[in-house]
């Protein structure tokens, strides 16, 4: 018997418990987690980036849970003594069409209450990365580098610390109302509870199908392939290098990440995936493929920007186009200095309409509160989206 059951072993469900067991340790609280390890699936398969807020919309659920996200995970890994490195980063903009949407950061990042942002020239940009290409750019000193899985299970240490319970293992199959009740029905056992929150990523539109709730909305996967940069070409990055992102789409484009253990990674790059959980080219699930062609939102998206949808597949299975891609911001880096790296698959929600949901989505019923749409920055967000979350939840316990 629990208070508060959470569906979902990665970051943001974790964090999710965490707050809510910090805000009312007497609460009765688990997570379920179908995977036998916590943070397998997006949480550990990101590029590791503490993200500052320079992005999101102000005002946005993004923008306001980032920076307070940012802040709070600064202080729990220096209370935690989690290693992160705040080096700063580039975003280059490598010609003059791009500027205006450059200006526009800037002053997005600068309403977010970010301080120490410079706008660079061409020179200046040398003076942060010295082969980078661009005609201008910004610098922005918040952000930094750090291993999300570390976190995750630290987040997971803290969960138990309080007497929180963690079922790994557990993969959700229905959920059943009963005397004002759920039972949470798992592949294992059943967990009755007051209170559910869905913090299932890939799934989380299914999830909540599961819940009985209305779902207005489709998680679609996007598949991010990275390249390793060679030992002898390190030399190349000296940080972190962004290019100017497409407002367009929701993704920031293939750029250039120095890694908290060591080494650079190249991209990702942003292809529809054939299975929700499809690292490689080869995946393929004929459900989650048909359940994505099938959506109406999706075949919309598809029908508009299908020409840079196809521009994706090519870089994807073509070394030389990835790497002119990377050219545009290095040119010196050349395909021979790119060696094969990870790839992770983002959830994407996409609504009905044809829109890429950019923002994150948490939608609440009496008995349950999903997490919809948590794309990046979720990660660098997860303790302000925890504490969000356990606001929405603490209410029904007051």
């Not at 569906?7 to 688990?30: C, M």
């Not at 997006?42 to 503490?50: E, F, L, P, R």
Request: aromatic share 10%; hydrophobic share 40%.
């Amino acid at each position: 018997m629990y208070n508060v059951v959470v569906v979902g072993g990665g970051i943001v469900g974790l964090a999710s418990a965490l707050k809510i067991k910090e805000a009312n340790p007497k609460l009765r609280v688990a997570v379920v987690e179908k995977e036998n390890i916590l943070a397998k699936h997006q949480t550990g398969h990101n590029s590791g980036v503490i993200h500052s807020g320079l992005y999101y919309k102000p005002g946005s659920l993004k923008a306001r849970n980032c920076v307070d996200g940012y802040n709070q995970m600064i202080r729990f890994c220096d209370q935690e003594e989690i290693p992160y490195e705040l080096c700063g980063k580039i975003v280059v903009a490598t010609k003059n069409s791009q500027i205006e949407a450059l200006n526009t950061l800037y002053q997005r990042g600068t309403e977010n209450g970010l301080t120490g942002i410079k706008k660079l020239v061409a020179e200046e940009l040398k003076e942060y990365e010295p082969y980078v290409n661009g005609v201008q750019g910004l610098y922005v000193p918040q952000t930094g580098i750090i291993d999300y899985k570390e976190v995750a299970i630290k987040y997971a240490e803290k969960i138990k610390h309080f007497n929180g319970d963690i079922f790994l293992g557990n993969k959700v199959i229905d959920f059943k109302e009963n005397n004002g009740f759920i039972e949470v029905k798992t592949d294992k056992q059943t967990l009755i509870t007051r209170l559910v929150v869905n913090c299932s990523g890939l799934f989380s539109d299914k999830v909540a199908k599961l819940t009985g709730v209305p779902v207005d909305y489709r998680i679609i996967p996007f598949r991010g392939e990275y390249y390793k940069i060679k030992k002898e070409k390190e030399h190349l990055v000296k940080n972190l290098i962004y290019p100017v992102p497409d407002p367009a789409f929701p993704f920031l484009g293939v750029h250039f990440t120095r890694m908290i253990g060591g080494g650079i990674e190249a991209g990702p790059n942003a292809v529809f995936a054939f299975k929700r959980e499809g690292y490689k080219r080869t995946d393929l699930n004929m459900g989650d493929l048909m359940g994505s062609l099938g959506w109406k939102g999706f075949r919309k998206v598809a029908a508009k920007y299908w020409k840079t949808g196809m521009g994706e597949f090519y870089r994807s299975f073509s070394k030389s186009a990835f790497t002119k891609a990377l050219q545009e911001l290095l040119p010196d880096i050349q395909k021979s200095d790119l060696e094969p790296g990870g790839a992770g698959v983002r959830a994407q929600a996409c609504d009905r309409n044809g829109g890429l949901i950019d923002d994150f989505l948490i939608l609440e019923s009496e008995k349950i509160i999903n997490v919809g749409n948590a794309p990046s920055p979720a990660a660098t967000s997860s303790l302000a989206i925890g504490q969000h979350v356990a606001g929405l939840a603490l209410k029904r316990f007051s």
